[in-house]
């Protein structure tokens, strides 16, 4: 099983970043998929969760900024980042979650800093 996330960066506050995430060796449709950020010292936390494109979650921080989508036919999973702020800084992750089955991906690094 493999998650590969791409699309991290260091952009100005109020910038907009697309961070996708492949996943494979896994029946995609039938995961949960979401991002989670861990920022330096704290607690990996939610970001945005997807088990369809009807049926999504959001952290209040990101709600109105922040859309996550996927592509079932593709395998792919893509969080849309706009009027990024500083606290958005963090280390992303691509999770797949089936019941008590749980992958992590690598992580991608978003850094927003003037």
């Known amino acids: 099983v493999q998650l590969q996330a791409s699309g991290g960066g260091l952009v100005q506050p109020g910038g907009s970043l697309r961070l996708s995430c492949a996943a494979s060796?896994?029946?995609?449709?039938?995961?949960?998929m979401a991002w989670y950020r861990q920022a330096p010292g704290k607690k990996r936390e939610l970001v945005a969760r997807s088990a369809g494109n009807t049926n999504t979650e959001y952290a209040d921080s990101v709600k109105g900024r922040v859309t996550i989508s996927r592509d079932n036919a593709k395998n792919t999973v893509s969080l849309q980042m706009n009027s990024l702020k500083p606290e958005d800084t963090a280390v992303y992750y691509c999770?797949?979650?089936?019941?008590?089955?749980?992958?992590w991906g690598q992580g991608t690094q978003v850094t927003v800093s003037s």
């Open positions: 999770n797949a979650q089936y019941y008590t089955v749980n992958y």
């Open positions: 060796g896994i029946r995609f449709y039938e995961y949960v």
